[in-house]
């Protein structure tokens, strides 16, 4: 047994601290705006210029001037800001974001990122992404470990162009919570059902003992 | 100095040449030009270089440039809704510059500010520092990016008064400050033109001495995620 989608969201929403400012990039990391946890308020950044996000629209109050990072119409909440995209990068880049929760195609043990692009195969654009994690205060990754053929995605070095060197400071996957120090990858916890020793065979990563 | 024109061709009369450098507000499709834009396809204007966060979709926002083949070069930070685009870039039609999306809009910001580079941790490490300038600041390592300045900034907003100050409506802000900011002559397509006065100064998001022209027109604002609740 491993967490699902879901069960790996809300793993990844007890990261959340109380009044905290948190971007939530596309995918999984969407989904932990459904598990925020009971008293903790935060305020979600969307990069294309809005603080405090509310809820997707019902069909009456669907507005095209009002949409998150993934192009998806969205609301407002009473708390709400709106400002251009050169300031929402300011409070990116300031540090004023306290943590970043982004999806990856590829993670290494010293923390680089990948999730931007395929050579050859797939070439979206970055996006806010490098800025995201050159800016914010903690960089938190939600992915599956290993992919479709088992292979590991947690490596020792990453083989697809970098998003940002060394920016990860943990790790959420199917599998478990690994943490970026000194040296690899340090267990915090695995996945209901999963032991150490099944989480250590699907990482390539140097795994440092507690 | 009258700022209101009757089309989105009339005001870019005289402006548009072959092979300028144009900055464009919007994000995805919310907030774009997209009169402007297709005052620009009738015009036939061709190897234009945008600097635009992205390329709309293969028949909406910039994408109805890529069909005509008006575009030389794009500078964005994400392209992945237009396959069109795609089919241009992969066999090397058109050229592509990838600026991380907070680094488009500072070099956008800081060229419409005087400010000719920055400094930036962004991309420190990745493909988008090779070639750059690298430097130390209390032993953090930062890269050097230029400042954009353009020949035509088109931007969208919700309201403008005669003078040309701005209002935005909710995220359709987005780029089109910094874009505006950041064109030697900047023209404006908006929903609605009120009399000068009417706008609360204390509440304008850009200032009129950034526009030069404006037009008003209707917009179809067409939505890219179309996303509802489950209730």
């Not at chain 1, 407002?76 to 995209?85: A, G, K, N, R």
């Amino acid at each position: 047994m491993a967490w699902d989608r879901n069960q790996m969201a809300a793993r990844a929403a007890k990261e959340l601290q109380d009044g905290w400012y948190v971007n939530l990039g596309i995918g999984i990391p969407t989904l932990v705006s459904n598990y925020i946890p009971e008293g903790i308020e935060v305020t979600l950044q969307s990069e294309n210029g809005m603080l405090g996000m509310g809820p997707f629209p019902t069909e009456e109050n669907l507005d095209p001037d009002l949409i998150n990072a993934g192009k998806q119409t969205i609301t407002e909440l009473p708390q709400t800001s709106y400002f251009d995209s050169a300031q929402s990068f300011g409070m990116i880049r300031g540090g004023k974001i306290a943590m970043a929760i982004l999806g990856a195609m590829e993670v290494s043990e010293n923390g680089d990122l990948a999730n931007w692009m395929i050579p050859g195969k797939l070439v979206k654009g970055m996006g806010g992404a490098m800025d995201l994690v050159a800016g914010v205060g903690r960089v938190v990754v939600v992915m599956d470990h290993t992919n479709k053929h088992g292979e590991s995605k947690v490596l020792k070095n990453c083989t697809l162009p970098l998003t940002g060197k060394a920016v990860i400071d943990r790790i959420i996957t199917n599998l478990g919570v690994l943490d970026v120090v000194e040296g690899g990858l340090k267990i915090v916890e695995t996945a209901e059902g999963v032991t150490s020793e099944e989480l250590i065979r699907s990482t390539e990563a140097t795994i440092v003992s507690p | 100095m009258k700022k209101i024109f009757n089309s989105a061709e009339d005001a870019l009369s005289g402006i548009l040449k072959d092979g300028m450098f144009i900055a464009a507000g919007g994000f995805g499709l919310c907030g774009i030009p997209e009169l402007l834009l297709a005052a620009i396809k009738s015009s036939g204007t061709k190897e234009l270089i945008f600097a635009s966060n992205n390329a709309g979709v293969d028949d909406f926002g910039i994408g109805i440039l890529l069909q005509t083949r008006q575009v030389k070069k794009m500078i964005s930070s994400y392209v992945g809704e237009n396959a069109e685009f795609m089919r241009q870039y992969l066999s090397g039609e058109l050229e592509l510059e990838f600026n991380p999306q907070g680094t488009l809009a500072e070099r956008m910001r800081a060229g419409g500010s005087g400010i000719p580079a920055f400094y930036t941790k962004t991309g420190v490490g990745t493909i988008i520092a090779e070639g750059k300038e690298h430097k130390n600041f209390d032993g953090e390592t930062y890269i050097m990016e230029k400042s954009l300045v353009a020949d035509l900034s088109i931007v969208k907003a919700w309201k403008a008064d005669e003078t040309g100050n701005l209002v935005f409506r909710k995220t359709a802000r987005n780029f089109n400050p910094p874009a505006a900011m950041c064109g030697k002559i900047c023209v404006a397509e908006v929903e609605e033109i009120v009399p000068t006065g009417s706008l609360d100064p204390d509440l304008i998001h850009l200032p009129g001495i950034y526009v030069h022209r404006i037009i008003k027109g209707h917009h179809e604002k067409r939505i890219e995620q179309r996303t509802i609740r489950e209730v």
